[in-house]
């Protein structure tokens, strides 16, 4: 049963954060719009040296923008930016290299870095587990199909703005001990993979590469999968992908909480978070733009037993100028339903209606985030939380 249970609301925010930060507001102030601010290694040994990566910064504002310093957590860490002017709608970047020379044992290294006109510093992360012995592919790669291991079934690929595309790519591995051909049908329209190499060579691992189109059809939380084929044969996985330790508190659900990708079955899914792209509006735009604000972010339920449907509901105002527009409303709890999504007009206030379903879920405390996304270059994306208790 998919659980939206967590006993500890750390433990549910640190879940969400480790997932490619999908959820994450990273439209900074209106100015500045950073790409997946946390980025994770996964399970690096430290026989592979330094690692690296580059975080992307979007210029979202009228006016050019700098990126002035960033400082990093720990010495271990080197990091290099953009110097020049970054132009509205132009991207600058901040590059990160870990030694990964500390020791084996997972590390989370943080960047402060600080941007012309953004009040605040913006906080990015690097992540990961060192390891001192490499493992064996079968568990590295927990997730089986057939011959070809995959660590999940769920990519969680970052925000895509709408007019734009997103790229990126996750390791698979060839689990067997002779080269093994991989291809894929039944693939959702704006989705396109390849894999290299292809055919993957015995015992190694090779890239499946992901290209994600966005339309604006779709909004917020969006799915697009596709079956594998290993060998041109359609094969179910085996395994559910998810580390043991993990299987017994309910967490890991708050990832996959679907039933049509991973074990079971012969597919794979890429999640991306649609948002709209503010990068034309003019200043006189942006200042006139609906501005979108929760009466209380949190909506308790207090105590219920098992099998109470909830009734949430958040009151939303506009405080801005013009007609505000809810693209979509997206949780990671599949016992959560919606009622129809509202245009706010100025001044204006609605109330969004949603049903938690309880039964059959663990006794304990729960929190199930909400996320609704918005016309609102001051806040695209704003988030409700349903709290409460089951006995």
Excluded at 77 to 88: A, E, F, H, N
Excluded at 208 to 228: E, F
Aim: a neutral charge.
């Amino acid at each position: 049963m998919y659980f939206c249970i967590m006993k500890r609301i750390i433990s549910v925010i640190a879940a969400l954060l480790s997932a490619a930060c999908l959820f994450a507001q990273t439209s900074v102030e209106g100015i500045v719009e950073v790409d997946a601010p946390i980025h994770d290694f996964g399970e690096v040994f430290i026989s592979d040296g330094a690692v690296s990566h580059s975080f992307n910064f979007k210029n979202i504002s009228s006016k050019d923008i700098i990126i002035y310093s960033v400082l990093s957590s720990c010495s271990c860490t080197g990091v290099s930016w953009t110097k020049d002017d970054i132009k509205p709608g132009e991207s600058g970047s901040v590059s990160a290299t870990y030694s990964n020379d500390e020791g084996p044992y997972p590390f989370d290294k943080t960047l402060t870095v600080y941007i012309s006109d953004v009040s605040r510093p913006v906080i990015l992360h690097l992540r990961g587990t060192s390891l001192e012995k490499p493992r064996p592919l079968k568990e590295l790669y927990p997730l089986h199909y057939d011959a070809i291991g995959l660590k999940e079934a769920a990519i969680r690929t970052g925000n895509l703005t709408q007019g734009e595309q997103k790229n990126g790519y996750v390791k698979v591995a060839n689990l067997s001990a002779k080269p093994v051909k991989l291809s894929f049908k039944n693939v959702s329209e704006g989705l396109s993979l390849s894999v290299e190499p292809n055919p993957v060579p015995a015992g190694k691992t090779a890239d499946l590469h992901y290209n994600i189109t966005s339309d604006r059809s779709h909004w917020g939380s969006c799915w697009y999968l596709a079956t594998l084929l290993v060998d041109g044969r359609e094969v179910k996985a085996a395994g559910s992908g998810i580390p043991e330790e993990e299987i017994a508190g309910g967490e890991h659900f708050l990832r996959n909480s679907r039933t049509d990708i991973g074990g079971g079955t012969a597919n794979i899914g890429f999640q991306a978070m649609l948002k709209e792209n503010f990068s034309s509006l003019s200043a006189e735009q942006r200042k006139a733009a609906p501005a979108p604000y929760l009466d209380g972010s949190n909506f308790s339920f207090g105590r219920v037993k098992a099998g109470k449907t909830v009734r949430a509901v958040f009151t939303l105002t506009n405080r801005g100028k013009t007609p505000l527009r809810i693209y979509s409303i997206d949780s990671e709890c599949s016992r959560l339903t919606f009622g129809d999504l509202p245009t706010v007009q100025p001044g204006g206030k609605a109330d969004i209606v949603m049903d938690f379903d309880t039964r059959g879920l663990p006794k304990g405390e729960v929190t199930v985030v909400v996320n609704m996304t918005t016309n609102s270059p001051l806040r695209p994306l704003v988030n409700g939380y349903i709290v409460g208790f089951i006995n």
